[in-house]
């Protein structure tokens, strides 16, 4: 059983900034890739980031690419989401989630594991 457990979130300004964590139990981080999403209020929850095991690849959805940036420490069994420029648009609860794969995906299908989620609200 793998557990992920992200912290991190918080209230913050329109053009502030947000690092997200996710730590996970167990022996396989390191061959799995981790991926980000997020759901606002009445929403789906829609595809944020993804990094492939090894942390070589990422690949970001377009309205957050250019301010998100994805990272992982396979050391620390840790996978980070730093978010610069926020907007108000953010707003949404963060799930990370890990991949039954290697490489990354926006399919949330690809997921098997998720964490309970951190609130991210972006205003004034």
């Known amino acids: 059983q793998v557990q992920l457990v992200e912290s991190g979130g918080g209230l913050v300004q329109p053009g502030g900034s947000l690092r997200l964590s996710c730590v996970a139990s167990?022996?396989?981080?390191?061959?799995?890739?981790m991926g980000w999403f997020r759901q606002a209020p009445g929403k789906e929850r829609d595809f944020v980031a993804t990094?492939?095991?090894?942390?070589?690849?990422?690949y970001y959805a377009d309205s957050v690419k250019g301010r998100f940036t994805i990272s992982r420490d396979n050391a620390k069994n840790t996978v980070y989401l730093r978010m610069d420029s926020l907007k108000p648009e953010d707003t949404a609860v963060y799930y990370c989630?890990?991949?039954?794969?290697?490489?990354?995906?926006?399919?949330?299908?690809?997921?098997?594991?998720w964490g309970q989620g951190t609130q991210v609200t972006v205003s004034s």
């Open positions: 989630a890990r991949s039954g794969g290697s490489t990354g995906s926006y399919y949330r299908g690809a997921y098997d594991y």
């Open positions: 990094i492939s095991s090894g942390g070589s690849n990422t």
């Open positions: 167990g022996r396989t981080f390191s061959r799995s890739a």
